[in-house]
């Protein structure tokens, strides 16, 4: 079945971008989701991109899709101390019904 | 549109019992699944039930369970509680995962068992 993976931890300074990595293994997964989760907080859904797309920008966000690599990137232009949080990487694994299946989670840490 | 709503927001019990958490999906979404989150283990898929029907199950022993009611809203059953079932139990709603459209979360009912 599918495994997502992250990096558990990032920090940067407030004004700089931030860029979270994420690795996928089955390239079936035709949708691959960004979710964000504050503390004490459900997971908010940021954006998400088809598989047949590289990129996708939405304002700050911008998802970048490498398909041959599985790799998934969000990167946060000008990150706030607002961005503080986890935030999730997903990918539907059709093997399994299309449920979703979640890396563990980078914790951003933005310092003033 | 009103979101994923979720009750109780936060429960205690003690081992042995049994708990029951509801989740009412955002209007018009047939499917809605739910998810358990622990420091340890992260966010693991319970079951996905879509039209009154269960057509997902991941691997959690038989005291979880769950049903669908008519009008979508979903309820989660724990029996013979365990120490190790605490954590935060997160429903989301989506017209049909099946089609990959995306889920939206509730914020959670944190179950803590003493």
């Known amino acids: 079945g599918e495994d997502v993976e992250q990096s558990l931890f990032l920090s940067v300074r407030e004004g700089d971008s931030s860029v979270i990595n994420c690795t996928y293994t089955?390239?079936?997964?035709?949708?691959l989701y960004w979710y964000k989760q504050e503390p004490g907080a459900g997971l908010q859904l940021l954006t998400y991109?088809?598989?047949?797309?590289d990129m996708k920008q939405d304002q700050r966000l911008t998802v970048l899709l490498n398909k041959k690599d599985k790799h998934l990137s969000l990167r946060i232009a000008d990150t706030q101390t607002g961005d503080s949080a986890i935030y999730f990487c997903?990918?539907?694994?059709?093997?399994?019904?299309?449920?979703?299946?979640f890396g563990q989670g980078t914790e951003l840490s933005v310092k003033p | 549109k009103a979101g994923v709503t979720q009750t109780p927001r936060y429960l205690i019990k003690t081992r042995g019992q049994q708990v029951t958490l509801s989740c009412s999906p955002i209007?018009?979404?047939?499917?809605v699944s739910w998810y358990q989150q622990t420091p340890g283990q992260g966010l693991q898929f319970l079951f996905e039930?879509?039209?009154?029907?269960?057509?997902n199950k991941g691997n959690f022993p038989g005291r979880f369970s769950g049903r669908q009611f008519s009008n979508s809203r979903s309820e989660m059953n724990v029996s013979t509680l365990e120490l190790g079932d605490s954590a935060l139990y997160l429903c989301?709603?989506?017209?049909?995962?099946?089609?990959?459209?995306?889920?939206?979360f509730g914020p959670g009912t944190r179950l803590t068992v003493l």
């Open positions: 997903a990918a539907i694994d059709y093997n399994q019904g299309g449920k979703l299946i």
């Open positions: 989301a709603s989506s017209t049909d995962i099946s089609s990959g459209n995306e889920q939206f």
């Open positions: 089955d390239s079936s997964s035709t949708y």
């Open positions: 209007s018009g979404h047939r499917s």
């Open positions: 039930y879509f039209s009154e029907t269960q057509r």
């Open positions: 991109i088809f598989s047949n797309m």
